[in-house]
């Protein structure tokens, strides 16, 4: 039921590329981005909702395929203030709010 | 830009000790959840609550806790009798529809 997310860690070099993947065994009404510095609350980035909408802002975009049931973020050109641990989360139904997060994937982008 | 307020920020209890947490969500919102993160782990739903009532639980959210709205600002979750696994990061969220949640900065619960 809890959504895997691929990779578990990446480094960077300021200015590359990241992707991070979210897949989920269940059918999916939404899929929920989180960013999460150490100790503190996750800052949501963005809101995927069933029918297949890539959203973005800045340069941080996702895509989701709901058909797949998978939803993927993407990094461009990263700075150092992207670094943490960056989270989905799914909800099945729509109806309460319920997120179910994966595990996380830890991001440092070294200068 | 309206936040999501938590105190205490930090809370340390013993064990079999009754805790309540409190969160102010932002005051337009409709919605209202508390999620927990035990320490290098992910976030864990416990409960989402709208109109007054607990709306969907986890499997986490067992007879020791509750949840109230007493009165037009506070959500609280209170903890009957905590267990030293009850410790852990608790994070109030709350939202307009069930789409776009905001988290507060957290209540860090430690159980001796």
């Known amino acids: 039921q809890q959504p895997v997310q691929s990779p578990q860690a990446v480094i960077l070099r300021e200015g590359e590329d990241a992707v991070i993947n979210c897949s989920s065994s269940?059918?999916?009404?939404?899929v929920h981005w989180y960013r999460q510095k150490h100790g503190e609350a996750p800052v949501f980035l963005m809101i995927?909702?069933?029918?297949?909408e890539q959203k973005g802002h800045d340069k941080i975009s996702a895509s989701f395929n709901e058909k797949k049931q998978q939803s993927s973020l993407y990094l461009t050109a990263s700075q150092l203030s992207y670094s943490g641990t960056y989270f989905c989360g799914t909800e099945g139904t729509g109806n309460t709010g319920k997120l179910i997060f994966g595990q996380g994937t830890t991001l440092q982008v070294k200068p | 830009e309206p936040e999501v307020t938590q105190t205490p920020s930090h809370q340390v209890t013993q064990m079999g000790q009754e805790v309540i947490l409190r969160c102010v969500p932002i005051?337009?919102?409709?919605?209202f959840y508390w999620y927990r993160q035990i320490l290098g782990q992910k976030v864990e739903f416990l409960v989402s609550?709208?109109?007054?009532?607990?709306?969907?639980k986890s499997e986490i959210f067992d007879d020791q806790f509750s949840v109230e709205r007493p009165d037009g600002s506070n959500f609280t979750l209170k903890i009957r009798s905590t267990k030293l696994e009850d410790s852990a990061m608790y994070f109030c969220a709350s939202s307009t529809t069930t789409d776009t949640q905001y988290f507060g900065p957290g209540t860090r619960l430690t159980v001796l």
């Open positions: 269940k059918a999916l009404y939404s």
């Open positions: 609550f709208y109109n007054n009532e607990i709306s969907e």
């Open positions: 995927l909702l069933k029918g297949g």
């Open positions: 005051s337009n919102h409709l919605y």
